[in-house]
């Protein structure tokens, strides 16, 4: 089972400021089967990325994905208020489980 | 549009089972692959498993083996997660969440999560 490691757990920072979120993989994630999720209080988790860098449908393009093989970054350009909640990595390759990773709080300072 | 709606919170005593429903709209039902995630209060996400919907074909996570199944009615393009001899610690919202293509097996849309709580 692939384990996913995020880092940090919580991020404190202003709007505007740049955010560097980082998802490390225990073993190689099999063809950048990488996504990022993003989830606020009481919704559920909205797709972000998907392949390690591809943004889904409808997200700004202050998010960007980055990386391979185990280590993988989500970066937001610059952070609009409604951009503090919790996000995930969660690999899906070819071998479940399909693990998440534990979540990093991007929250306002 | 893509549309899952599950059915409502549910309480269940220890060791019952319970069932969670799973409507899909707007999309050919058969032609993608549907997971089960679960978040346990203040916690993160836990993936359970998938089904196939059109073959019915499963795949579940190692720690939920023997204790859930997942079904589907194609009639009425509905999923179903059954989880049996609940404890304490499944207490939980649990999500259905299709895969945002056939190629792409991220999960693109989710349900809005039923709550079960599992308390004597």
């Known amino acids: 089972e692939i384990v996913l490691t995020q880092s940090p757990g919580t991020l404190s920072l202003s709007p505007g400021e740049r955010a560097t979120l980082s998802c490390r993989a225990s073993?190689?994630?099999?063809?950048?089967?990488l996504a990022w999720y993003q989830q606020k209080p009481g919704q559920a988790p909205r797709l972000l990325i998907y392949?390690?860098?591809s943004r889904a449908t409808g997200i700004p393009d202050r998010f960007s994905g980055s990386g391979s093989g185990t280590d993988f970054t989500l970066t937001i350009s610059r952070l609009e208020p409604e951009d503090f909640a919790v996000y995930y990595c969660?690999?899906?390759?070819?071998?479940?489980?399909?693990?998440f990773g534990g979540g990093t709080k991007v929250e306002i300072k | 549009q893509v549309q899952l709606v599950q059915s409502g919170a549910e309480v269940k005593k220890p060791g019952a089972s319970v069932k969670v429903s799973c409507k899909a709209s707007?999309?050919?039902?058969?032609?993608?692959?549907m997971h089960w995630v679960r978040q346990a209060p203040g916690q993160g996400l836990e993936w359970m498993g998938w089904?196939?919907?059109?073959?019915?074909?499963?795949n579940y996570a190692q720690k939920f083996q023997g204790r859930v199944t997942m079904t589907r009615d194609t009639s009425i393009s509905t999923a179903y997660m059954e989880l049996s001899r609940l404890r304490s610690d499944d207490t939980a919202v649990y999500y259905c969440?299709?895969?945002?293509?056939?190629?792409?097996?991220?999960?693109?849309?989710w349900g809005q999560g039923t709550l079960v709580t599992v308390s004597s």
């Open positions: 969440a299709r895969v945002l293509t056939t190629v792409t097996p991220a999960s693109g849309y």
């Open positions: 707007g999309y050919t039902f058969t032609g993608y692959y």
């Open positions: 089904i196939n919907p059109n073959s019915g074909g499963t």
């Open positions: 073993q190689s994630v099999s063809s950048s089967y």
């Open positions: 392949g390690a860098s």
């Open positions: 969660q690999q899906y390759g070819s071998s479940p489980p399909n693990t």
